[in-house]
């Protein structure tokens, strides 16, 4: 059996509308991601388990996951064997958090793994990206590759490779908070503007150019300073009941820049002490997050996609 495990991203990462992603790992071990597990099996199956897994599509042909296997098959490893697919779905779909790029994630790196196809990086972010597109209704790779690689992505259809990798230092600790609603992309992109000023058009690009400088030479503090989102924030903000005071409670508690998270409606903070974090955890489980709702202190997740077992049963 191959298992692999693809972790949660913060999409945006404020600064860096559809070009920067951060994959997350929770400073507890949780897995705050998709797990798919790939077996040899008599006939094809697909199993969908997890906490989340009834928020999905019951049947398997409307699940992205299986229709990264057939699609698989049918264009990369025709001869591939026969298998069970498993997805254990641990992100709530319209979260914010990378839930669509995390199932296809997982699906295609275990895929290529039981299969033997030893695609490279750059083939399996272009099939990735294909099917994130089915949800998003474009190839926005922000949240599929840090999903993959880990790390603080500088990513997009212009980026060599489609994927840069900014350091960042170990004492940064990203809060999330899942309200315990859903926000739906199409719609949090709906209330987006369609064009945007020279004015702020120029401006955004001085922020991200900076942002990216600053994180190289390690001035980070200066780099958190910049971490304002004027592209999507202003208007989606409106669509999330009690993010603005969540916002104000948690810049009051030491966070270093606040924002949403991917098209949210979770929301991120920023901090650069654990003790920090802490404190904007606990607020925001108190008063932002509602019971079905989570909140988790983070660290940046490095290692990104990762097989958890390959080969036992």
Not at 147 to 175: D, E, F, H, K
């Amino acid at each position: 059996m191959i298992e692999v495990y693809a972790p949660a991203s913060i999409g945006n990462f404020a600064v860096g509308f559809d070009a920067l992603g951060a994959a997350i790992a929770p400073i507890d071990g949780t897995l705050l991601g998709d797990v798919v597990r790939i077996s040899a099996s008599a006939e094809t199956e697909f199993v969908c388990s997890g906490p989340y897994a009834h928020k999905l599509p019951q049947q398997a042909e409307q699940n992205l996951a299986f229709m990264c296997m057939a699609h698989f098959r049918a264009t990369v490893a025709p001869d591939m064997p026969t298998a069970r697919m498993e997805l254990v779905k641990n992100l709530p779909i319209g979260s914010g958090l990378g839930s669509s790029a995390c199932s296809v994630v997982a699906a295609l790196a275990a895929l290529n793994k039981f299969a033997g196809t030893e695609l490279s990086e750059d083939a399996l972010i272009e099939l990735m990206a294909d099917f994130e597109a089915k949800v998003s209704g474009a190839r926005h790779y922000d949240n599929i590759t840090p999903c993959l690689l880990g790390g603080l992505q500088l990513t997009g259809a212009l980026i060599p490779g489609r994927s840069l990798t900014l350091p960042t230092p170990s004492n940064w600790y990203p809060v999330v908070a899942f309200p315990g609603f859903t926000l739906n992309t199409a719609q949090a992109r709906a209330v987006l503007p369609q064009q945007m000023s020279l004015h702020h058009g120029i401006e955004f690009a001085q922020r991200l150019s900076a942002f990216c400088t600053l994180m190289h030479q390690q001035q980070h503090e200066l780099a958190m300073e910049l971490m304002i989102d004027t592209v999507a924030e202003p208007y989606r903000s409106e669509l999330i009941s009690g993010f603005s005071a969540a916002k104000k409670a948690v810049l009051e508690l030491g966070a270093k820049a606040v924002s949403i998270s991917g098209a949210g409606p979770t929301l991120f903070a920023l901090c650069d002490n654990i003790n920090d974090a802490k404190n904007c955890q606990q607020w925001l489980q108190q008063n932002y997050v509602n019971e079905q709702g989570f909140s988790h202190t983070c660290q940046i997740d490095t290692a990104g996609t990762r097989v958890l077992n390959e080969g036992k049963e």
